[in-house]
């Protein structure tokens, strides 16, 4: 009785804190709890922050940063990049490998060439460009979890829009994961799927957001016959990309990469909306 009554005193109520900010051209929001309100608070800023930077490190509408000064001068010979921003470049060859060609981050014809000895890049044509766009708002949501992770946050749920969703442990009210709901490609009101996340990724890609706006790498040309995909993974990063290959590869190539990697799944509307098996 008494053991009981001290760890009722101990205990401390977890708080709920919600922050939101615009960056990468996305709404992003997170959600945190934590006993103290203030640090959850400025964990929250920091990672804003970071998303930002990141904005600054990729960004191809910004004349400054590192992927715009690569795509003005990679195709003139190899440029030395920063490790960071050839980790970035080695991560997206690492998922065009795994998806089969069907992710890539070039525009245009030709090829990246990674020098890992010297940390540099070369494009293989005047017309191979790079386009953040496959991949970077995933790994902007994992740099924010990251973030949050190290400022000691044990539950949390961070998004960029319905681009890519992250999470951290559970809401202290459901045990099995932060609610997310898939929407159906016929209606914003109609929910084709429910998930729950914990410590894994969601992201979704389709045509009722931007049109047919992703490109096949082989044809050059957007796919048909997929409105929507949905994709988990253990990171932002993963997720974000698969997303966008399996609108290429459709549901048969989904089901190849999800029976060669165990951890991932994907919910394709083609125009049938169910779970790939």
Request: charged residues 25%; contains cysteine.
């Amino acid at each position: 009785m008494i053991l009981a009554l001290l760890l009722a005193v101990l205990a401390v109520p977890e708080i709920r804190y919600e922050a939101s900010h615009v960056s990468m051209g996305s709404d992003y929001k997170i959600v945190v709890y934590g006993p103290d309100q203030a640090k959850l608070a400025e964990a929250c800023e920091a990672a804003f922050t970071e998303i930002d930077r990141l904005d600054d490190l990729l960004s191809n509408y910004k004349p400054s940063s590192e992927l715009s000064r690569v795509n003005k001068t990679a195709a003139k010979g190899p440029v030395k990049v920063t490790p960071e921003f050839f980790e970035f470049l080695r991560v997206s060859d690492e998922f065009r490998r795994r998806t089969f060609g069907a992710f890539d981050i070039t525009l245009g014809r030709g090829r990246l060439s990674l020098d890992t000895r010297n940390q540099t890049v070369e494009f293989t044509t005047p017309e191979t460009q790079l386009d953040p766009g496959g991949i970077g708002k995933g790994l902007a949501v994992d740099h924010a979890i990251d973030i949050l992770k190290e400022a000691g946050i044990k539950r949390a749920l961070v998004s960029a829009g319905m681009s890519t969703i992250n999470a951290i442990g559970t809401p202290p009210e459901d045990a099995a994961g932060w609610k997310v709901t898939i929407r159906s490609p016929r209606s914003k009101d109609e929910v084709a799927a429910t998930v729950w996340l914990k410590d894994n990724s969601l992201s979704t890609s389709a045509t009722y957001e931007k049109g047919r706006h992703i490109i096949d790498p082989k044809t050059r040309k957007p796919p048909s016959g997929v409105e929507a995909v949905s994709s988990i993974g253990l990171t932002g990063t993963e997720s974000d990309a698969i997303t966008k290959c399996f609108f290429v590869l459709g549901r048969k190539g989904a089901a190849e990469y999800t029976r060669l990697h165990p951890t991932t799944r994907a919910f394709v509307c083609d125009p049938e909306c169910s779970w790939v098996k």
